[in-house]
């Protein structure tokens, strides 16, 4: 699944970790993809299971570049948050205001961060059931 046009809104994170939750449910469901699409030995000639997996092949990249690109995009976007704060908070040591912003923000930074942790799992997790099922019906294209 892909982000939604409209952007990505990095500053609340529970809608950041709740838009990820949504675009994982092709993660979240590709053993009963696998199941209910590539046929076991017995049903192999009633359904083309190569073309099934090339589709889910690509679902799966699409799927998880898209969630890449939203996960680095908001570090991107809350890391540059923190290095502002960091610049005013120099220039005004006292302003304890600011100084609850800033840690607020990196607790925020580390959260988003540890989601690259998590999307390297969910990944992973996917690519074996993936070739576990497929590697028979489909060969990916090398990558470099």
């Not at 990820?20 to 192999?44: G, Q, Y």
């Not at 359904?47 to 799927?63: F, G, N, P, R």
């Not at 988003?112 to 942790?117: F, G, K």
Request: proline share 3%.
């Amino acid at each position: 699944m892909a982000a939604p046009s409209g952007g990505v809104n990095c500053e609340e994170f529970a809608e950041f970790q709740e838009l990820l939750k949504v675009m994982r449910t092709i993660d979240d469901r590709i053993v009963h993809e696998l199941n209910t699409t590539v046929p076991t030995a017995s049903f192999a000639g009633k359904i083309d299971a190569s073309q099934t997996c090339k589709q889910l092949y690509e679902s799966l990249m699409a799927a998880h570049a898209s969630r890449d690109r939203v996960i680095k995009n908001c570090i991107a976007q809350t890391s540059a948050v923190v290095k502002n704060l960091r610049e005013e908070r120099e220039k005004n040591l006292d302003d304890l205001t600011l100084l609850k912003q800033l840690r607020k923000e990196q607790t925020k930074l580390k959260w988003m961060q540890s989601e690259l942790n998590v999307e390297e799992v969910v990944n992973d997790r996917s690519w074996k059931v993936f070739n576990e099922r497929c590697r028979i019906h489909f060969k990916p294209p090398k990558t470099e």
